[in-house]
């Protein structure tokens, strides 16, 4: 069997024989206000995530309104929870001040060269924007890792989006995902998973849109190398992804769930020590 390839996501490993790499997507949940995002990333911290991910975006490049007459309703809410370059910047130097390892979903080429200033480890390019050529040539050309959700894409999306990753310099990390929020249980699609790995030689991973801490764990035991889940401070509050997102208490439960999990399937061995004991009972015969 062909050996599965790793990524290297600042000082994280991503792939088999590594821990599950967790992710806590703090998005726009934060609403714009600075205050918030702060209290987001130390909580995170605190509460066991791996990696931190923001959003760095410029309102009005993340929709054409012309094509989608929707996103004019979408660049309105975005622009009330953008922040300044400059709140940013110091958004960034807090969390790394917390020993956290940022990267970023960076919706246009401009907010990825400034992600890129910041120090981000690497990129996630959302479902919706997989089939974005130029976002993608362009993030790719930064030669750091680039996570992306299949979500809605086809077999053929996904593979050209690995070949222009691949021949731009960086290394792809696969997430499955149902591109719905909330997500329900019986649409999650485990097998997926599976299929990816068997499909690709990359890590692959979950990003996970259901309520709670009960699929996490799961996907885990289907193969996933990474998790990702979305985050928040409050859940009472309505807008963005707030309402279905994980509080503290939640991602320290889906911590050790998953650590859980990744002792439980152990690894791929013909035997265990546990049972040598009991080599001598056995009764061959011809």
Not at 168 to 178: K, M
């Amino acid at each position: 069997m062909k050996p599965r390839k790793s990524v290297q996501l600042g000082n994280f490993t991503v792939g088999d024989g590594h821990p599950v790499t967790i992710v806590a997507e703090l998005g726009v949940n934060h609403l714009g206000d600075f205050g918030r995002m702060k209290e987001m990333i130390a909580a995170a911290v605190e509460s066991g995530a791996d990696l931190l991910k923001f959003q760095t975006y410029i309102a009005e490049k993340r929709y054409d309104p012309i094509k989608n007459p929707k996103g004019k309703m979408f660049i309105k809410w975005l622009k009330e929870w953008e922040f300044t370059r400059d709140q940013e910047a110091e958004l960034w130097e807090y969390a790394k001040s917390l020993g956290a390892t940022v990267f970023t979903s960076a919706f246009d080429p401009d907010s990825a060269d400034f992600a890129e200033s910041l120090g981000s480890v690497g990129y996630k390019i959302a479902a919706f924007e997989l089939v974005n050529k130029v976002l993608l040539r362009h993030v790719a050309s930064k030669g750091k890792p680039v996570v992306f959700t299949r979500g809605m894409a086809t077999n053929e999306e996904v593979d050209e989006a690995i070949k222009i990753i691949t021949e731009h310099g960086a290394e792809p990390v696969i997430l499955h995902t149902t591109s719905s929020y909330p997500a329900q249980r019986k649409d999650t699609n485990l097998w997926t998973i599976h299929a990816l790995r068997e499909r690709y030689d990359w890590p692959v991973g979950h990003s996970d849109h259901t309520h709670g801490t009960y699929v996490p764990p799961l996907a885990v035991a289907a193969g996933a190398n990474m998790i990702e889940k979305h985050f928040t401070v409050n859940q009472k509050l309505r807008e963005s992804d707030n309402f279905f997102s994980l509080t503290p208490n939640e991602l320290k439960e889906m911590v050790f769930k998953v650590r859980q999990a990744e002792r439980v399937m152990g690894q791929e061995v013909v035997k265990c020590e546990a049972e040598e004991y009991m080599y001598d009972f056995r009764r061959h015969t011809d």
